[in-house]
């Protein structure tokens, strides 16, 4: 009988494994496809010159990085988007978890009507919301420009200047991105094991206490994983700042190569310099990645209840 019992136990585990490849598979091959080779392409890139569109393999040397870790630019780009992040990723990360946690407090009704509501900016393209948002704040187009012009503003570029520039950035993203997280976070509200609630209520939690102590510490998981991808978005800054570079022209405090993905972009249009571009798309990720394994280890957001115990 036990060794019955452990055959099919044993014959049990085989299926569930063979069963786990077999639905990885299509993600293993666009993460092939699309993540690692392009990656291996960027390295060999890194290390080729390039002269009228037409590479020589592995014949510039460390002269790329040289070149790039050189150009005073490396610190402006990575400046801007390091300011943009800094008020980003908090504003983003609180902003959602906070509107989720609240409207997790309302009735069903009202909770979904919400979620609705957040939600419709996000299935606007970000490009297209920028040039809405880029409508909006121009005195002699918006509806409002009544109000704007109370400021002593004429045209779009007295609003968004170098001092509102990354603030205005920060509100698009916000807009734009907000309402997938909260809908992500008020699935997992609505997850969590009523018994879980129900004793808190019993222990004399405010609705507030409830939300903050309770829910909070249960989707956390979800809310790292959101710290992660907004890294990374803040990282890849590319839309915001080139349609706005592009619709305000000269007026535009945006130059071609404000945000490491435009300098890339720039030299690759340009000049046809694929190496430099490459040595910058590596910088980034491998800022990514050590910001992503940062997170994990020390947060240990994939670790169980088993493992934590």
């Avoid at 699309?34 to 460390?62: C, D, R, T, W």
């Avoid at 206490?209 to 800054?237: D, E, V």
């Avoid at 071609?256 to 910088?283: E, H, Q």
């Amino acid at each position: 009988m036990a060794l019955a019992a452990a055959s099919k136990a044993t014959k049990r585990r085989r299926f569930q494994f063979n069963s786990a490849i077999l639905l990885g598979i299509p993600y293993i091959g666009f993460m092939i496809v699309f993540g690692i080779v392009p990656m291996i392409l960027a390295i060999i890139f890194s290390f080729s010159k390039y002269g009228n569109y037409q590479p020589e393999y592995f014949a510039a040397g460390l002269s790329n990085y040289a070149s790039i870790l050189q150009d005073p630019q490396l610190l402006i780009s990575f400046g801007n988007i390091l300011k943009f992040g800094v008020i980003m990723l908090p504003v983003s990360f609180i902003g959602a978890l906070g509107i989720a946690l609240i409207l997790d407090l309302a009735d069903d009704r009202l909770g979904g009507f919400m979620r609705t509501i957040y939600f419709v900016p996000g299935a606007i393209t970000l490009p297209a919301v920028a040039l809405i948002a880029i409508f909006m704040f121009d005195p002699g187009i918006s509806p409002f420009g009544f109000l704007l012009k109370l400021t002593g503003a004429r045209v779009a570029g007295d609003i968004l200047n170098n001092k509102t520039l990354i603030y205005f950035m920060v509100l698009l993203r916000f807009f734009a991105s907000s309402g997938g997280w909260i809908a992500v976070f008020y699935g997992a509200l609505t997850g969590i094991n009523r018994e879980v609630i129900e004793a808190g209520l019993i222990d004399g939690c405010s609705p507030w206490q409830l939300a903050y102590h309770i829910k909070r510490p249960l989707i956390m998981g979800y809310a790292l994983f959101m710290l992660i991808n907004l890294t990374i978005q803040s990282l890849q800054l590319f839309a915001e700042p080139f349609i706005l570079q592009t619709s305000l022209q000269t007026a535009s405090p945006i130059d071609p190569y404000w945000s490491p993905n435009m300098w890339s972009a720039f030299i690759t249009i340009r000049t046809g310099d694929f190496g430099k571009s490459a040595v910058i798309s590596l910088i980034m990720l491998l800022i990514s990645l050590v910001a992503a394994v940062f997170i994990v280890t020390r947060t240990g957001m994939f670790k169980t209840d088993v493992v934590r115990n």
